[in-house]
């Protein structure tokens, strides 16, 4: 059976006809427009030959609605701020132009199976049929449609080895089919990275086109997708082991060359993908023994260190520490990378340091390691502690609402003696926990713990966002005090390193993990009430649907509470992001007038790094933010803001306008 073409492009116009909607998000009429292009290589031919006046009316309606779009949000999704050697196109604008050159070339294209064609004869003597009218759903405000994206670009045809096969152009519709069917394959065998990796070698038309080349671009595209990866970041980076295992002879190369080319165009790369770029060569070294070349990068080491080469090259070794060891590292990079080579990961306990009798607390500090070595009880901590003085009376008076020395020589002495590894330093909060929470129950007390942890362990950047971590989860730190730290003044010099930025990210994490299992409970729990008829005493059916016992069936007053518990933890979730928001808005401001009153550039590397870090809250976060969109512009996006720091946040909503 065959199907009558004219039907093909009414269903065609059809969804075009959403795109014309009024008063629905861009996105919607994005992504109708986006479908109806989709279908174009595989029917544009055939409707041609047959109705080519209706699909040149198609193509001009297709024309004038990708001109009436807004691009507002194109910016926040490029992985290069500049489109030099390529340009970095919006996907709609990319597929658009391959469409019109694929029309040009009289809808012929070498990279669709057709096996159709065979059986010509047959299908043209075959029963014609009609598409029925499909009803397209108006718009809600509860759908959820795919996310605009820019096209990724990193190879053209001159970094392809010139004796194979050349790699189709950017705006020939073969580099769209090719990448589209590896994504598919990727989409197909995400789960299992050997399969993935097999099924890609094996694509199809892989004597036409530099394959390896094609494989790279495309999981790197994925990688480095903004707002976020379709799947694990850990999972490109086991494909991409497997590809050079199962390829040995050309894959490593092609990395290479990839890995060379995002170096060398890092300076303009976006800053979510810079943390992602660290993370994935991090991981790669540490499986194929750290090896590089090294020595090619020695001149990047003399640039400012703010610059995102030398800084890049840092990172990486000390992600590379996380998964190895220093002595390690130290061996596998040349001696002129010595200013970039992390410290050891070693506590820092000033309480026995050079100079420490001189210091306020040391004494006590000998006597409470001395108790807890002897197993002490948390009251025996306590009565330690006591002893010490509070700086803070001095000002505030014998009411002073917490005491600094003692949270200080406690949180140095409990996480020096736990240093030995992670455990121990778990084993310690959970131990002494009632003392955490007696010593560190405000948010200014949750700072001193936070300083604290942070001058024991300034030189284990993993240590300090595991115990953060753990502390944020058990609930020893409230989230705002963790957003505060990260802002405050004595963190400036780590401002723009990127483990203060997985710590904001894992905070922001916690709070939305809160808040949605707070959402799932509250919904379960209305279902059971409405099934039970509101009524506690019903009979058990409702409980054995849900695997439940009579005891769990929840009340009125039971789902009342619950909703207060949301409300609240929605209102700590919106003022987390005030905080968040405010002091980007505060810093970025003061650093605007400072350059403005001093007659200095502003766009320096800080700037480049904070702007972009504003950038990456909003994308990683944009479903919880989105929530509270109306919330930030009358209170922080206002239009008296400047349009530098303005724009990051009207892209931010153009995503799903």
Request: charged content about 25%; aromatic content about 12%; hydrophobic content about 40%.
């Amino acid at each position: 059976a065959s199907l009558k073409a004219f039907t093909l492009l009414k269903l065609l116009e059809h969804m075009l006809d959403v795109a014309k909607e009024d008063g629905v998000p861009d996105v919607r009429k994005s992504w109708f427009i986006y479908a109806v292009l989709y279908c174009l290589p595989w029917v544009g031919r055939e409707l041609y030959e047959k109705k080519e006046a209706q699909l040149e009316l198609l193509l001009t309606t297709i024309e004038v609605l990708l001109n009436k779009r807004s691009k507002k949000h194109v910016p926040a999704l490029r992985v290069w701020s500049i489109d030099v050697p390529h340009v970095q196109e919006e996907y709609l604008d990319c597929l658009w132009e391959q469409i019109r050159k694929l029309k040009l070339d009289n809808w012929q294209e070498k990279h669709i199976l057709r096996p159709y064609l065979a059986f010509d004869s047959v299908l043209c003597e075959a029963l014609q049929h009609t598409l029925p009218v499909i009803s397209i759903p108006p718009h809600d405000d509860s759908f959820v449609y795919p996310k605009p994206t820019v096209v990724f670009r990193m190879f053209d045809y001159t970094d392809c080895p010139e004796r194979g096969p050349v790699l189709p152009g950017a705006h020939s519709i073969e580099r769209f089919l090719i990448e589209e069917q590896l994504h598919q394959i990727i989409e197909s065998y995400y789960w299992e990275r050997k399969p993935c990796a097999e099924h890609l070698l094996k694509f199809p038309y892989k004597a036409m086109i530099p394959l390896e080349y094609c494989i790279v671009e495309v999981i790197f595209a994925e990688l480095f997708n903004l707002p976020q990866p379709r799947f694990l970041e850990i999972f490109y980076g086991s494909l991409l082991i497997e590809l050079s295992k199962l390829q040995p002879t050309t894959m490593p190369q092609v990395l290479a060359q990839a890995t060379e080319i995002l170096f060398l165009r890092i300076e303009t790369m976006n800053t979510s993908c810079f943390d992602r770029f660290v993370n994935w060569f991090s991981y790669h070294l540490s499986n194929f023994q750290y090896r590089w070349s090294w020595e090619d990068w020695e001149e990047c080491l003399k640039l400012d260190h703010e610059h995102p080469r030398p800084k890049f090259i840092k990172e990486v070794l000390l992600k590379t520490m996380r998964l190895s060891y220093h002595q390690r590292i130290r061996d596998i990079v040349p001696r002129s990378y010595d200013s970039v080579l992390p410290a050891r990961a070693e506590p820092f306990y000033k309480y026995t340091a050079d100079g420490a009798s001189s210091l306020p607390g040391t004494a006590v500090a000998q006597q409470l390691m001395q108790s807890i070595k002897n197993r002490c009880s948390p009251e025996d901590i306590l009565s330690v502690l006591k002893e010490l003085p509070n700086p803070l009376e001095d000002d505030e008076g014998p009411g002073a609402r917490y005491n600094p020395l003692k949270i200080d020589v406690f949180v140095q002495t409990i996480f020096f003696l736990g240093s030995k590894s992670f455990s121990h330093s778990f084993a310690a909060i959970a131990k002494f926990n009632q003392v955490f929470k007696l010593l560190a129950d405000s948010e200014e007390a949750q700072l001193c713990v936070l300083r604290s942890i942070y001058e024991l362990w300034r030189n284990h950047q993993q240590m300090v966002c595991v115990l953060i971590d753990k502390m944020l989860k058990i609930q020893l730190l409230d989230c705002s005090a963790v957003a505060n730290w990260i802002f405050s003044k004595e963190m400036s010099h780590d401002f723009t390193k990127m483990y203060i930025w997985e710590i904001l990210h894992l905070t922001i994490q916690k709070m939305s993990k809160y808040v949605s299992r707070l959402t799932r409970e509250l919904k379960e729990a209305r279902e059971k009430l409405a099934r039970s008829g509101g009524n506690t005493s019903s009979g058990d059916e409702s409980d054995d649907s849900m695997g439940g016992r009579r005891d769990d069936k929840p009340t009125e007053e039971m789902v009342e509470r619950m909703e207060e518990r949301l409300e609240t933890a929605q209102g700590d979730q919106k003022n987390l992001f005030l905080i968040i928001f405010q002091r980007f808005i505060m810093i970025l401001s003061e650093h605007l007038v400072r350059c403005d009153t001093d007659n200095k550039e502003f766009d320096n590397y800080w700037y480049r790094w904070t702007i972009g870090r504003l950038q990456q809250v909003f994308l990683a976060h944009h479903e919880q933010v989105q929530m509270y969109s109306g919330t930030l512009e009358t209170l922080l996006f206002t239009q008296d803001l400047d349009p530098h720091i303005l724009d990051i946040f009207h892209q931010f909503v153009a995503l799903s306008a």
